[in-house]
């Protein structure tokens, strides 16, 4: 199953070991406090256990949300490109 896991931590240093954890376990980047991909139920598990040991050193919070298949390929995303002058062509 597919999980979103977003995070609020106000501490650098948590912060930083929690995004580590989230990529050691293969979630993918996707804004500056989410991080999304694919995890059977024991490495959700554990994943949420492990990262239990970070945040009851700190305030703050972890969500892990499921995400199914059938909803995940309705995701919508909305990006805002910059481009260099010299990209843009000319009509």
């Given amino acids: 199953m597919y999980v979103m896991v977003i995070y609020d931590i106000s501490?650098?240093?948590?912060r930083t070991?929690?995004?580590e954890r989230l990529k050691d376990y293969g979630l993918k980047r996707i804004q500056y406090s989410a991080f999304f991909g694919k995890l059977n139920q024991n490495r959700r598990e554990e994943l949420m256990f492990r990262l239990n040991d970070?945040?009851?050193?700190t305030n703050g919070s972890i969500i892990m949300i499921p995400i199914c298949e059938k909803d995940r390929s309705q995701i919508i995303k909305l990006e805002n490109i910059d481009y260099e002058f010299d990209e843009v062509e000319e009509a």
């Fill in 54 to 57: 970070y945040i009851i050193l």
């Fill in 17 to 19: 070991k929690v995004a």
């Fill in 11 to 14: 501490d650098d240093k948590i």
